[in-house]
């Protein structure tokens, strides 16, 4: 996403914006002056809330729905304004999987796979052959046969994968594609998501209101809300240094960045007379994940802390964490500036009597 052009982008939006038309005349705007590139062989992952324009802006990448202002391009190619033969092209580099699997119900696993290829008027020998490999890979073995209705969910979404890479596309669009699986399901699907990706080196773009599909398989992310992206970056980035309150309380649930209920209720913005706490938001990024830094903080300066939260996790290969504690507040400043200079980032959250 960063310092990268529209012009070597696997998928570019530029200053896009969705108008709908409304009740009554008005105009709903589901996405306004939205810029994001994403890298060829790049997961990005798009969060927001329900209506945030996640699917709007999704859909625009295969043409499904058009921009009303600005220009959505996939490797380079000018989606919005392609019609017929360049628009059919297009989506023949752009595979896509839903949330409801959007499987047909009259055809087993190997007719629902080939059906792209049928489309595309691709003969029957290289279609059978085609999708037995994409049976092995998505590991179907031995259900080629099957109908729908006597899949599990997850074999389901396999199947949805299968059908999505039947063209060979070179993007591939997730829409909430887990949200019906239960975790450990939606593990195994994002893992082969994951290998997908970079055994065949697709650019995937996924769009989920969970977090923990972001960290667990995105290499960048967007944060929409209201229809506009605000804060997108690599994933490391934000979930170390998220900056929009919008992206704080979406990763509250998985980094320990949530206050307890009992000091949330007494927090107070400023300090007040009389003794009190600081509370802290200490992030650990890399390798000081791991360093036992508030046991320094304490043998070295004599600084005692209370912690109050924390989660240690990984985002891609690297290890981090936030600790919500606090210290007395006339040691507050030297406390910080002590875990600042071991690499740590420090944020004073408010104070407690
Ligand atoms: N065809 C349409 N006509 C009118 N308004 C629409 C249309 N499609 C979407 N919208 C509106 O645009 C906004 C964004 O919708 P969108 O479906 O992109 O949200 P979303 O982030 O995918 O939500 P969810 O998480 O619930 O799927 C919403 O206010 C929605 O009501
Ligand atoms: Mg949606």
Redesign the pocket.
């Known amino acids: 996403m960063t310092g990268m052009t529209a012009a070597g982008a696997a998928i570019s939006f530029e200053g896009v914006g969705?108008a709908?038309?409304?009740p009554g005349g008005a105009w709903?705007a589901?996405?306004q002056d939205v810029t994001l590139q994403v890298e060829p062989g790049a997961i990005c992952g798009i969060i927001?809330?329900?209506?945030?324009?996640?699917?709007?802006?999704?859909?625009m990448v295969n043409g499904l729905?058009r921009p009303t202002a600005g220009t959505v391009t996939v490797a380079g190619h000018d989606v919005g304004r392609a019609g017929g033969a360049a628009l059919r092209a297009i989506r023949r580099e752009v595979g896509m999987i839903f949330q409801h699997f959007n499987l047909l119900a009259s055809r087993t696993v190997a007719g629902n796979i080939a059906l792209p290829l049928e489309i595309a008027g691709t003969p029957a020998d290289p279609i059978r052959a085609r999708v037995a490999d994409l049976i092995a890979r998505v590991g179907l073995d031995g259900l080629a046969g099957r109908y729908p209705a006597e899949l599990s969910g997850g074999q389901k979404q396999r199947v949805g994968i299968a059908r999505a890479l039947a063209t060979s596309p070179k993007v591939l669009l997730s829409?909430?594609a887990t949200s019906a699986l239960d975790p450990e399901t939606t593990q195994t699907v994002l893992r082969l998501l994951a290998d997908i990706n970079r055994e065949l080196g697709l650019t995937i773009l996924l769009?989920t209101?969970e977090m923990a599909v972001v960290r667990d398989i995105a290499s960048h992310m967007a944060v929409?809300e209201g229809?506009r992206i605000v804060e997108s970056g690599p994933t490391y980035d934000i979930f170390t240094r998220p900056t929009h309150l919008t992206t704080r309380s979406f990763l509250g649930g998985v980094t320990g960045l949530t206050l307890p209920a009992f000091i949330a209720g007494k927090m107070l913005d400023h300090r007040p007379d009389g003794p009190s706490e600081e509370v802290i938001r200490v992030t650990f990024a890399g390798t000081h994940a791991t360093d036992p830094m508030l046991s320094k903080l304490a043998t070295e300066l004599g600084i005692a802390s209370n912690i109050l939260a924390g989660a240690i996790e990984e985002v891609g290969p690297h290890p981090f964490g936030n600790l919500l504690i606090s210290v007395d507040a006339a040691r507050g400043a030297e406390a910080r500036a002590y875990l600042e200079q071991h690499g740590l980032l420090t944020e004073v959250l408010g104070h407690v009597r």
């Open positions: 969705k709908f038309d409304g709903i589901a996405l927001g809330r329900s209506g945030a324009g996640k699917s709007t802006l999704l859909r729905e829409d909430e769009i209101h929409i229809g």
